[in-house]
């Protein structure tokens, strides 16, 4: 079962890997990612083009690495902005608890009120659109989770007899969350950070599908399966691969946290 377990998070995070690796050297795109060529509008998958061209003539393959890239940057950026601030929020209120720690959980209980997409939605709508409000917007979407798991982290840490001995000893709040605490919470944290940069990924590719993401001409992979939709009859390629790519890396992400939180138990 272990050794099940271990090859599953190998081939998880091999997949993982591959993608950041295609994505960022620039030598692996063998077309610029906005070249245009009407005559080889709609060619199918091939050796000149590995995954046809769409309605511009436009390099699928060169606009999945691409569109890899920008999807990759702006989840990223989302999850490290919201890891940080649910961990500014979470230790203190675990540990503190009374009336900022009650405080704290239910201003992130009504962030849950709402539903992620609609929020999210509200947010790009009140912010200006680019990328910077995209990222925000995904951020706010994921401080509760973070808030949550970091905070009940430290209540499960709390009655054990290094965080007594410390606060015997006088240990500073600071220090006891951070140098003490967070460093045994590593393993949750890293799998929460793992499946919730999945959801961001997933929710980029959402908002960009309905346009209000990622705007052209950088390419994303939501947007490229918005654009491919009303040609899925004559060239299901261009809707095919970057759907492909959105699943797959979705699961792949998911796998691997949930293997490290100790979920996913094999035969």
Request: charged content about 10%; glycine content about 10%; some cysteine.
């Amino acid at each position: 079962m272990f050794l099940n377990k271990r090859k599953s998070l190998a081939l998880a995070a091999a997949l993982a890997i591959l993608v950041v690796f295609l994505a960022f050297p620039g030598f692996f795109s063998p077309y610029g990612v906005n070249e245009i060529n009407a005559g080889d509008r709609f060619s199918p998958p091939g050796s000149k083009h590995l995954f046809g061209t769409d309605h511009l003539g436009r390099d699928v393959f060169s606009r999945v690495l691409f569109g890899a890239r920008y999807s990759l940057l702006c989840a990223v950026s989302a999850i490290i902005i919201s890891f940080v601030s649910g961990l500014l929020i979470g230790l203190p209120a675990g540990y503190m608890g009374g009336f900022f720690g009650n405080s704290a959980m239910r201003l992130m209980d009504a962030i849950n009120a709402f539903p992620g997409l609609l929020l999210a939605l509200s947010l790009l709508a009140a912010l200006k659109t680019g990328v910077a409000s995209l990222v925000v917007s995904i951020a706010v979407l994921f401080i509760p989770f973070f808030t949550r798991v970091s905070r009940n982290g430290v209540v499960g840490e709390m009655p054990k007899g290094y965080v007594r001995t410390a606060q015997i000893q006088g240990v500073g709040t600071a220090r006891l969350l951070f140098a003490h605490i967070l460093p045994n919470l590593k393993t949750t944290l890293l799998s929460s950070f793992i499946i919730a940069f999945s959801n961001a990924m997933l929710a980029e590719a959402s908002l960009s599908y309905l346009g209000i993401g990622i705007q052209p001409p950088m390419p994303s992979w939501g947007r490229m399966l918005s654009e491919a939709q009303p040609y899925v009859q004559n060239a299901p390629w261009c809707a095919i691969v970057p759907a492909v790519c959105i699943v797959g890396s979705v699961l792949a992400l998911q796998a691997g946290g949930r293997i490290l939180d100790g979920q996913l138990v094999g035969d």
